[in-house]
């Protein structure tokens, strides 16, 4: 962590300003940056990098494939090489870089690396044993790989959590049901309470086997405390397997009608089922328990859309957890226009006619609450009818703003605009996917340790929502507006920074809290701004940049401090300029570092992750991330120096739209 005190960043807005970049440094960078950027354009204008997660991702895959009994093999010794790369020297596999060994990334490393062929007495498979029993053996797993292992016989179905098809018949009016748990968690369970129904067991060879995984006479249970929500669930779980072993659910056929017609309707307008990896792949297995043959046209779809992000190269193959074309994309023409590219160029012009063939215009899961709301937005992926999210619609929005209206474009604008407004939740904020799904007992029930059980609302989230709202005319005369200004000020942390749920971590959602408070027209005066400005500028690394880890979500003390990366320098500074901080030596020293760490074709290298998916158990690498977003804050710094001219910043909170929505 930086040296700088608080006294110092008082005195950061009354000292001279400092020695000024030079202008063509600085417009060197960012024309360097602006062509790195379109050189990564598709031909039919939109932008998609690689989104890259960790080894659990080919380890299922191999998982998946000898359950199935397909192949090819050599996709499957791509894979296993792809997982032996990844290895810690100490023999166990972490969840993200420079994280330690963890224990379900690594069991499913493992197995996965036995199903291809490695011996329990290679040196690099004994001590990955030793890290497994250190961290508590295969029986400490959570739910997931409990599911995993069950399947292919390792572990007694019994020993995973109940997943019973009945939960899709509980109507929307019930406490509990389908609609009161986060999307990406529905995608999961309808396809798991069929494989848990049916508690499939494939047979491999015993020397496949991970017995010497387990640790007996363990009891998780132990250490929970007697009277807890989570003691509750866990007798309402075991009360569900002696029905189950019973046969007591006389309801069970048409629960399993009711979830496979709910499988195959989310089939339909969708890169594969939920457009992520993991539903996908316990759609596949979920076909296979309910007798569809290989060659029915449903499986070969549900293969292809998995297929569809393999990366394979002569050594190895990698599978990504999802695509990002919209997300990316959106991204990429709010660098290009803030960095100074004409709102009536032809590569922003195309980029918004992608976008705006990509607008949702069919009803989704989000619908059940929101029955009378016109459907519209965004979702992140090639396909995902059945899912646009609030974030990614935030993201088009404000980059549709930037540029010239297309043929459809008003209309789409003040359908999504609507959408948005929709979805606000009760407490004044917005979350991802769905609206109120905040019941956090929910987050006690046996197979939610996935630790996204529920999809509550969030301040990045509102942030950008506010950003978009300013840029298309709102202000706090506004009523949503107000509500979501007072949700912001309420979720800022004692020191000033807020929470990130979709960025790591800290400096994440701190820029965004400051960059939609001061869009929408929170002074820069204001407590919370100051507060927040002066977290940022304690976080500064010597080197100039701004750093975090996935750490973070483990342990807040450690929030604001890591190896500086691009794009978290990026947002630190997008966040002080918003505050007023665009002259401040802490701004200069930021940009000096991302023109001092750009390569020579104009991009950053970026090796660290970025990104989350569920904060403590999965995290991202968004490929673009490092080019799109330090391309957005020079663009920014250069924006604002030319309106200062290094003397005052007419505008920090970004330049305001015409209003053709808010009228």
């Not at 109507?171 to 049901?177: E, I, R």
């Not at 449903?298 to 393999?310: K, Y």
């Not at 290009?336 to 063939?357: K, Q, V």
């Not at 804050?633 to 505008?651: E, F, K, Q, T, V």
Request: proline share 6%; glycine share 8%.
């Amino acid at each position: 962590m930086s040296a700088l005190k608080g006294p110092a960043c008082e005195a950061e807005l009354t000292t001279p300003p400092p020695p000024a970049l030079a202008h063509d440094e600085l417009g060197a960078g960012l024309e360097r940056a602006v062509e790195s950027l379109l050189a990564r354009r598709q031909p039919d204008g939109h932008w998609v990098g690689e989104a890259e997660g960790d080894t659990i991702l080919e380890s299922e895959y191999i998982i998946l494939m000898r359950f199935l009994g397909w192949g090819p093999e050599e996709k499957l010794r791509k894979a296993a090489e792809y997982i032996r790369w990844k290895q810690l020297p100490d023999g166990g596999w972490s969840i993200y870089p420079g994280g330690p060994p963890e224990l379900n990334a690594s069991v499913k490393a493992y197995f996965a690396l036995k199903l291809t062929g490695a011996a329990s007495s290679e040196p690099r498979m004994r001590r990955a044993r030793d890290v497994i029993l250190r961290l508590g053996g295969a029986q400490a797993c959570n739910s997931y790989t409990r599911f995993y292992l069950a399947a292919l016989g390792q572990m007694r179905w019994w020993d995973a959590p109940a997943v019973p098809p009945e939960i899709v018949l509980l109507p929307p009016s019930f406490y509990f049901n389908l609609y009161e748990i986060s999307s990406w968690s529905r995608t999961f369970v309808v396809p798991l309470s069929i494989i848990w129904a049916h508690r499939p067991v494939a047979e491999i060879p015993s020397e496949q086997g991970v017995d010497e995984l387990f640790l007996h006479g363990g009891n998780a249970a132990k250490s929970i405390p007697l009277l807890s929500w989570r003691r509750l669930f866990l007798a309402a779980d075991a009360l569900l397997k002696i029905v189950e072993q019973k046969r007591l659910h006389p309801w069970r056929r048409h629960a399993l009608r009711a979830a496979e017609d709910w499988m195959l309707a989310h089939f339909e307008k969708s890169a594969g089922l939920g457009a992520i990896f993991p539903p996908m792949v316990y759609a596949l297995m979920a076909l296979r328990c309910l007798g569809y043959a290989d060659d029915h046209p449903h499986v070969i779809r549900a293969r292809q859309a998995l297929e569809a992000l393999e990366i394979e190269d002569d050594d190895t193959l990698k599978v990504q957890p999802c695509t990002s074309p919209v997300w990316d994309t959106a991204i990429a023409a709010n660098a290009l226009a803030e960095a100074g590219m004409p709102s009536d160029s032809r590569e922003l012009t195309e980029a918004a006619g992608w976008l705006i063939a990509k607008e949702v215009r069919n009803r989704g899961d989000w619908s059940v609450k929101r029955p009378d709301t016109e459907p519209s937005g965004w979702y992140f992926e090639y396909e995902n009818e059945f899912y646009p999210d609030i974030d990614d619609t935030a993201m088009v929005l404000l980059a549709l703003s930037k540029v010239s209206e297309e043929a459809g474009q008003v209309e789409a604008v003040r359908r999504a605009v609507d959408w948005i407004l929709a979805m606000q939740g009760r407490d004044g904020g917005w979350a991802s996917f769905d609206v109120d799904n905040n019941r956090k007992l929910f987050c006690h029930i046996p197979f939610a340790d996935h630790n996204a059980m529920i999809d509550p609302s969030t301040a990045d989230v509102t942030g950008r929502v506010l950003e978009m709202l300013a840029a298309h005319g709102f202000d706090e005369s506004h009523r949503p507006v107000r509500r979501a200004v007072n949700f912001l000020l309420k979720e800022q942390e004692r020191d000033g920074s807020w929470y990130g749920r979709w960025g790591v971590n800290y400096i994440y959602g701190t820029w965004q809290a400051i960059k939609g408070l001061t869009a929408i027209g929170l002074a820069r005066e204001h407590d919370a701004i100051v507060r927040g400005a002066r977290w940022l500028l304690l976080c500064q690394n010597p080197d100039g940049g701004w750093g975090e880890t996935c750490l973070t979500y483990e342990d807040p003390s450690k929030r604001g401090t890591g190896p500086s990366t691009a794009s978290q320098t990026a947002w630190a500074l997008m966040g002080l300029m918003a505050a007023g901080h665009a002259e401040g030596e802490a701004a200069r020293k930021g940009v000096d570092f991302l023109l001092r760490t750009q390569n020579a074709d104009g991009s950053w290298n970026e090796e660290q992750w970025t990104a989350t998916g569920f904060p403590k158990v999965f995290y991202l690498r968004y490929h673009l991330y490092g080019n799109s977003f330090p391309t957005w804050a020079l663009g920014m710094y250069a924006r604002l120096r030319r309106i200062s001219g290094l003397h005052r910043a007419h505008d920090l909170a970004g330049p305001r739209q015409s209003g053709r929505t808010a009228a």
